[in-house]
């Protein structure tokens, strides 16, 4: 039987293997595209967006843009519902934008394009885990993720999820590809999907740093590497610089991504999250906080808001040292367990915990026991488990919110799948007893390791 080598590192696999391995990926996109319309159609595929809601607001910045009207809608406490705004991150709104320029201000053409977003994050998540991980690992991780109930319900609203899950994991597969081989072309390629990552989720800036720890680790030895790896940085903030240079036009402040940055930093640190057992580590909308309430609404635009709002937040945090350890902790645990709060319903509360529930154990396995064998082997994949981080902190800095944690649902997935493939292994040696062989890459965690081909 031939072999083949993977173009993106050093490993050589089985031609045959390869190739099943990628059809039953594709298969796993398809029955994910099929279960999220579905799901669509059933809750109502045309149906408006709820008044208020997250949606409405990415609807409203979309059909302005659509009729060529600018950026412009509501934002919080702004009487003038129809502003120029940097309330969000333009991402979602252009791409719905665009869509609704082809089929009209159809709310199903939206969702069906969300859908296949989403569905494709399937093939990424499997192409991200065959450079690391046995092929077997990252199949079944595309499979889970293609029927995991969260990630089917995030993908049929008009929300910047699908699209925001899709480009951060096309970030970080041309990163790792990068670690393996360094290229002009896959360092341009993280950029830009770096770049139109932080258009779409702002919270995604926090792997900036990340990125550049990762980097000096993983080329220490390579200042050749390194050098071409400044690119990345150097492309995403090409990307990011006209949203910004449009924002200091419209408002004469430097805004590089929202002006929602400290309203969520006083959602998730004040006396009502601190003392409220039921808000602990979550959040309250900060116009809802009394003491802060008349300030916010008068503050007159939507910067001037998010200013005041960080102030108050960074004032609250430096007057109550006392409570940060306990709000801290509350946070770090409501941002992983697999028991919902905030008044779900039972049947919500029940599928949660059964699906996220072992995914959360065999994650914990997964994602300890290839740490350590990553760095031993200099294998690049262990920046997937500072895409992980990149999670807690921003939950530990703002708040625990499920919408925050779908960005690494389909990593945590992954690492899951990396330790159910490991113990079945293992499971299936000791079955056979002394004699029994052992499968590529038990021994090293279920990690690739860069080598020869």
Request: a positive charge.
């Amino acid at each position: 039987m031939r072999t083949i080598v993977d173009q993106s590192s050093p490993i050589v696999v089985k031609e045959h293997d390869w190739i099943t391995a990628d059809r039953m990926a594709w298969m796993a996109v398809i029955v994910a595209f099929a279960i999220r319309v579905s799901l669509a159609v059933y809750v109502g595929l045309n149906n408006p967006p709820q008044s208020g809601s997250d949606s409405q607001e990415y609807d409203t910045y979309a059909w302005n843009l659509a009729q060529g009207r600018g950026y412009r809608g509501m934002s919080a406490d702004v009487s003038d519902r129809d502003h120029l705004t940097a309330f969000r991150p333009p991402g979602p709104s252009l791409l719905f934008a665009g869509v609704y320029l082809v089929a009209g201000h159809r709310y199903d053409a939206v969702r069906i394009v969300n859908c296949g977003l989403a569905s494709l994050s399937v093939y990424v998540i499997f192409r991200l885990g065959r450079r690391v991980f046995p092929a077997s690992a990252a199949l079944l991780a595309a499979i889970t993720y293609a029927v995991y109930p969260l990630a089917v319900y995030q993908s049929i609203d008009i929300l910047s999820e699908p699209l925001g899950v899709l480009l951060f994991l096309l970030f970080l597969d041309a990163c790792i590809a990068f670690g393996f081989k360094p290229t002009w072309r896959t360092a341009s390629l993280a950029g830009a999907c770096l770049g139109l990552s932080l258009l779409t989720r702002s919270n995604y800036v926090i792997m900036i740093p990340l990125l550049g720890l990762w980097s000096l680790w993983q080329f220490r030895s390579s200042w050749s590497a390194l050098f071409q790896f400044a690119a990345v940085f150097v492309i995403a903030a090409a990307f990011v610089a006209p949203w910004a240079v449009r924002n200091y036009f419209v408002f004469e402040k430097f805004i590089p991504l929202s002006t929602l940055g400290g309203s969520a930093l006083l959602q998730g640190n004040n006396r009502v999250v601190a003392t409220d057992p039921k808000l602990v580590g979550y959040c309250v909308w900060d116009t809802d906080i009394p003491e802060y309430r008349e300030a916010l609404r008068a503050a007159g635009d939507e910067w001037a808001r998010d200013q005041l709002a960080k102030q108050f937040a960074i004032r609250w945090l430096k007057e109550n040292p006392d409570k940060l350890p306990w709000l801290l902790w509350n946070k770090f645990a409501r941002s992983w367990t697999p028991f919902l709060h905030h008044n779900p319903s039972r049947t919500h509360w029940t599928i949660y915990l059964l699906t996220w529930g072992p995914i959360l154990a065999l994650f914990c396995v997964g994602f300890f026991t290839t740490l350590g064998q990553m760095l031993r082997h200099n294998n690049p994949g262990w920046l997937l488990h500072l895409a992980v981080l990149h999670y807690v902190i921003n939950s530990l800095v703002f708040f625990a919110y499920i919408r925050y944690r779908a960005p690494i649902d389909p990593i945590c997935i992954l690492f899951a799948s990396v330790a159910a493939t490991n113990i079945w292994t293992w499971w299936c040696n000791k079955s056979r007893g002394p004699a029994g062989a052992m499968t590529p890459n038990a021994e090293s965690g279920g990690c690739r390791s860069p080598r020869p081909a």
